[in-house]
């Protein structure tokens, strides 16, 4: 146990500067997200924008799309942007894949070579992922926090506390879910790039997927496979409760690539 | 691909046991074995009576290891690397214990103090002995131990090695130079294509080598119409015999009573003749 705590410091050691970064970049996203609705709001620009949609385009976008056409849509955007999500799962990619490379380094051979058992290279890694992830999530609801209370306009509709936790919330399981597949492909590499690539060529493959499957009926049978289908963000923005199959789906898929890890990682030849 | 095929080994305690073979023997997939970084097919290895892969854990917290190759973080200073090896461990780092390694691999506390990257191979490799002599652990296993230093460590790793056989340590190492190899070790092991071929005491393997002998005579000689069959000519001149002779020099001896010897050298056993024979071998 006392290795196993040793093992994570030196790991959160050496990833801090890229979460405290991403934790820090992803916060000030927020504040200026508000920045900007807030111009808007002040400027009545959310009425002028809403009447400039024509109705195809209403009955085409759904109902969510004008959800978010409001002070409060606009502040939940970063939680829900591509880029925010691009980043936060190669984020949980890179953390992830530590053990690879570790093994690639030839630093695991010091590491077990002590001691140490083989699981608890692992259980590092999952604690790892769960408090880089708890951190900057928590980073970015701050950052939700310190802009609505220092710079958004009085009268402005705030989002609820609620809603940005459920956000915040499905985000994270998301970000965990892809933790545990990546974790899996990294206890069974030898390379980090390779278990990197694969999961993120994954990620990008089951985004497209969802994306598609929104607009394509034929791609919605095979749509479920994608784990971005159990973050529905816009539902939680439309006042919609955050589905607890959705959270379960994700969770599973994070605990079956930790239970994959642990098997494969007992087993492999270093 | 088999690396490793009907390996049967013993090391006793308290030993320093050479374990040879050129690139690709199998030396290093064998200490991988018994460290649990590799799982073999077949077989077993156990140190100090407890099975490496189901004690594994008992196993590694007495043994010390030098990898043969550092794989090691840029970023970290070496006291931090020592530091962190030393917190995965069981055995309690002697802080005193580890300052006099430390001091006499001369590595000093500035130096210690910068990244890794800075860090020249020699360097690396002294902070990879002192990682695994830290803990003073029962068992040392050290893979190409010299590889990197330059002579004067070279000289203080041979001092530190038979200190810690004085203090009945065990220390199984790897090792190409076969000098290296005679000086320091107990017995040794030579894989030939991840077969034992060769398992001995130096001293043995040492009987088995020829000794090189020179004779010069202060007057032209005729050269001995036969030698016999344990002599083997390198140079027959007028004035100089240079030969190379397995068992003792009774013949010669009176041989050369009638001659008029200027001057007789004669050179050590030397185990790099019958190792390089193995290795000979094996190459062809």
Known sequence: MNGAVTLLRHSLKRVRTLVLVMGTLLSVFQVVL????????????????????????RNLMGPSFIGLMSFSGIVCVGYF?????????????????????EIETQFMDLILSRPLARHWVITRSVA????????????????????????????????????????????????????????????????????GSVVGLLALATFLLDYVARAWQPAESIAWLSPFR??????????????????WVL????????????????RRDI | MTA???LKLEVKQGEVFGFLGLN????????????????????????????????????????????????????????????????????????????????????????????????????????????????????LILDEPTEGLDPLMQESFYELLSEAKARG??????????????????????????????LSSVEDVRALAPRRLRVWFDRDVNGPGDFPAKYEIVEIQPRLWSLRVHGPLGWLTEHLSGLPVLDIEIDEPRLEDVLTRYYREESQ
């Open chain 2, 169 to 198: 340590r065990t220390v199984f190492m790897s090792s190409h130079v076969l000098s290296e190899v005679g000086r320091v070790c107990d017995r040794i092991g030579l894989l030939r294509k991840g077969e034992l071929v060769l």
């Open chain 2, 4 to 6: 490793v095929k009907d």
């Open chain 2, 24 to 139: 690709g023997a199998g030396k290093t997939t064998t200490i991988r074995i018994l460290l649990d970084l590799l799982r073999p097919s077949a077989g077993r290895a156990s140190i100090m009576g407890r099975d490496c892969q189901s004690q594994g854990l008992e196993v590694r917290s007495s043994v010390g290891y030098l990898p043969g190759e550092m794989g090691l973080y840029r970023d970290m200073t070496g006291r931090e690397l020592l530091d962190f090896l030393g917190r995965l461990g069981t055995r309690p780092v002697i802080e005193s214990y580890r300052e006099q390694l430390v001091k006499r691999l001369e590595l000093s506390a500035a130096e210690l103090k910068r990244k890794l990257r800075e860090y020249s191979t020699g360097m690396k490799r002294k902070l990879g002995l002192i990682q695994a002599f830290q803990g003073d652990p029962p068992l």
């Open chain 1, 251 to 266: 969770a599973g898929v994070a605990a079956c690539g930790f239970g994959i890890s642990y098997f494969l990682f007992s």
């Open chain 1, 128 to 195: 790892l992922l769960l408090l880089c992830t708890a951190f900057v999530l928590l980073m970015m609801m701050l950052g939700t926090w310190t802009g609505l209370h220092f710079l958004a306009p009085s009268g402005a509709e705030w989002p609820t506390g609620e809603l940005i936790r459920s956000l915040a919330l499905n985000l994270a399981v998301l970000m965990v879910c892809w933790g545990g597949i990546a974790l899996a492909a990294a206890s069974r590499a030898r390379r980090r790039s390779v278990a």
């Open chain 1, 230 to 247: 159990y973050y529905a963000p816009l539902d939680l923005v439309m006042g919609k409760q955050i589905p607890a199959h959705n959270l």
């Open chain 1, 81 to 101: 942007h591509i880029a925010v999500m691009g980043s936060l799962v190669g984020l949980t990619i890179a953390l992830g894949t530590e053990p690879a490379s």
């Open chain 1, 34 to 57: 508000i920045l900007v609705a807030g111009s808007i709001q002040r400027s009545s620009g959310f009425d002028q924008l809403g009447s400039l949609i024509p109705d195809f385009m």
